[in-house]
Structures are given as structure tokens and as C-alpha cells.
């Protein structure tokens, strides 16, 4: 059975920082890559940064958006994906989840629970 499990979510204040931790289990990293994609408050899906891409297992890709501010990165002891988020603005608050992509079949396959980032003042 396949698993994700976000945490790390929580009230920041602008400028602050988060680190978001994905656990996943139950499928071979690799043949899925990891993204974390978010969602604002009445607002789509918007993907933000992918690791294992391609069949790399280390390859990461971010968006625009957040390129700069964000970090993804992979403990593959721990069976762990994490986004280091820094530099917040009050626009990046939204439920954050953590999604398994394959190239297979060219769709996110598996999904967390997600986890709630409120940054404000």
C-alpha cells in the first residue's frame, strides 16, 4: 500500500521559514518521482518542485514561483522527501501536498493528506 504523509505545516510570519516532510512508502522511488504541489485558498493546484524526475533519482526541478525561496531535497534512509520553504510571503499560504508522479502512466498517482502553511502577520 502506498503512502504519503506530509507534516511540518503551521502559522509563520513573512519572512519566515518552514521545512514540509513528506514520508512515503509502499513503491519504488524512481519509477515515481515526488512533487510537492500546493493550493491556495480558492484557487488550482500549482505544482512547485518535483525530486526524481526523468528516472533520476536526484534530479530536481522548481518552479518560478519559488525558485530561489524553496528547496527540495530526498533522505532516501529515512524514506523522506522535504521542502525547506524560506523567505515567506503571505501569497504562499496554502495546503501543501506531497504527490507521486508517475512517467508511466503521466499523472500524479498517489497523494498525502496535506499540510497547512498560513504565513501572515
Known amino acids: 500500500e502506498v503512502q504519503l504523509v506530509e507534516s511540518g505545516g503551521g502559522l509563520v510570519q513573512p519572512g519566515g521559514s518552514l521545512r514540509l516532510s513528506c514520508a512515503y512508502s509502499g513503491f519504488t522511488f524512481g519509477v515515481y518521482s515526488l512533487s510537492w504541489v500546493r493550493q491556495a485558498p480558492g484557487k488550482g493546484l500549482e505544482w512547485v518542485s518535483a525530486?526524481?524526475?526523468?528516472?533520476?533519482?536526484?534530479?530536481?526541478t522548481t518552479a518560478d514561483s519559488v525558485k530561489g525561496r524553496f528547496t527540495i531535497s530526498r533522505d532516501s534512509a529515512k524514506n523522506r522527501v522535504y521542502l525547506q520553504l524560506t523567505s515567506l510571503k503571505t501569497e504562499d499560504t496554502a495546503m501543501y501536498y506531497c504527490a507521486a508522479y508517475s512517467d508511466e502512466s503521466a499523472d500524479f498517482t498517489y497523494w498525502g493528506q496535506g499540510t497547512q502553511v498560513t504565513v501572515s502577520s
Open positions: 525530486i526524481g524526475s526523468g528516472g533520476s533519482t536526484s534530479t530536481t
